[in-house]
């Protein structure tokens, strides 16, 4: 992955179904604002060069990740997906071997629409499968089975399009310690070479959120694992996964050898990535500062609208923040720490300099003392414990250095 290249993440955000434990923006919509939509999209990418100069970030052209996300992007017409890519091809240049990704949803994949994406060059897909337990999977609002998984995957690779991901979630309602060691079985057996494994948390926005707070009864809330067993069911997807040759390299993803997603390592390694649509993130350098030496500038994240009309109707991001080089050096920590490989502290004193690095130190000694951190050498990384607890750990190297300029809309 090129230090120049730009990724590319479009959110697609319709749902055939709602699942009860999402918080995204994503829903039901008519089909009728599918079109809408991608014409939004469309006006969107060439707009991004003007919107970048006049922003005041760099924007790379060379494009070597797209990731379509949602949603369930492959409920958009064949037609819409080949006006999409040709737009992005237009305003952007995609290298030949970019890893184009979209996210499926097992047996929403018509055949027409599969032949759309591979003609606009997908060549990674990840399924979101949750669970492999048919009654877990309906119960949380999925629309498929382990047959119509197992059918698609086959279809995916009769397409040419071997770098699959698929998804699970520990703890969904009604879950037990034998029906995820069944679920991990399948995920070995589907012989994927890519997985994510989620552990559930219930967001108060979320159906399911809601009905643990009232206490009904209609989407399972009381049948939830406790905490410690989801833990432990996660513990044992480390355990399977990796001794079914499936290494984890981040906290939730594993991989056999070659098979990282390599847009998702964008934003744990903070390269430059352009996000489009729906409530979706942009992280972009700035153009004047960026070869500045220690203090290389500040980087601009943005970040549009999650309502649909507001997005269809707006004409920048909602919300626009510039990071000064102190808070991209605690993002550099929590951000790097996600990663099996850890935090290389003599990359971060080239790029942030000894002074502020020395104080996150003081940090990693004391989480080190608590076995949340393992420190050797130069480099740092989260215990097996630490994983469990990111949250927490990530928590303490906020607020590393007091900058009331940090984020803002200028400088």
């Known amino acids: 992955m090129r230090d120049n290249a730009l990724g590319v993440y479009i959110s697609i955000p319709f749902c055939r179904s709602k699942c009860t434990y999402c918080n995204f923006a994503s829903g039901v919509y008519p089909a009728s604002e599918h079109a809408r939509y991608i014409d939004r999209l469309i ?61 499926c949803a097992p047996g929403q994949l018509a055949e027409e629409t599969l032949a759309a994406m591979v003609a606009a060059g997908a060549n990674r897909v990840s399924l979101g499968v949750q669970s492999f337990i048919d009654r877990e999977a309906h119960e949380s609002g ?31 309602a009604g879950q037990t310690f034998a029906s995820w060691d069944e679920s991990l079985a399948a ?24 009905e643990m707070l009232s206490g009904g009864a209609r989407y ?21 996964l990796g001794a079914a040759g499936l290494a984890q390299y981040e906290i939730s993803n594993f991989g056999r050898h070659g098979f990282a997603s390599r847009h998702n390592l964008r934003y744990w390694e903070r390269r430059p990535y352009l996000g489009l649509g729906l409530d979706a993130s942009s992280m972009l350098r700035d153009a004047g500062l960026r070869d500045a030496g220690e203090d290389a500038g500040y980087v601009l994240r943005s970040k549009t609208t999650d309502e649909l009309k507001a997005y269809l109707d707006a004409s920048e991001p ?36 000894r002074t502020r690095v020395d104080a996150a130190m003081e940090v990693v000694e004391r989480l080190v003392e608590d076995e949340l951190l393992a420190s050797g050498g130069r480099t740092v990384r989260l215990t097996e414990r630490g994983r469990l607890l990111s949250n927490d750990v990530f928590q303490e190297f906020l607020g590393l250095v007091a900058d009331d300029d940090a984020v803002g809309m200028g400088r």
Do not use: C
């Open 43 to 103: 006006g969107d990418l060439a707009g991004a060069g003007k919107w970048a100069s006049r922003t005041g970030v760099d924007l790379p052209r060379t494009v070597d990740t797209v990731y379509l996300g949602g949603g369930t992007p492959t409920l958009l017409a064949p037609e819409l997906i080949a006006r999409l890519f040709g737009a992005l091809r237009s305003e952007f240049d995609l290298e030949a071997d970019a890893e184009i990704t979209v996210e």
């Open 318 to 353: 909602a919300e626009t923040a510039w990071l000064s080089p102190d808070r991209q050096h605690e993002e550099a920590w929590f951000l790097g720490l996600r990663l099996n490989a850890g935090v290389d502290v003599a990359s971060l004193e080239r790029e942030f300099g």
């Open 187 to 210: 995920l070995v057996e589907s012989g994927t070479p890519h997985a994510s494994v989620y552990m559930l948390e219930v967001d108060e926005d979320s159906r399911l959120g809601r």
């Open 142 to 172: 999925r629309l498929h089975g382990r047959a119509i998984v197992m059918e698609d995957l086959r279809r995916l690779r009769t397409a040419g399009i071997d770098n699959l991901n698929v998804d699970l979630i520990a703890g969904l």
């Open 220 to 240: 399972h809330a009381g049948l939830v694992p406790e905490d410690d067993a989801i833990a432990r069911m996660y513990e044992t997807a480390l355990k399977r």
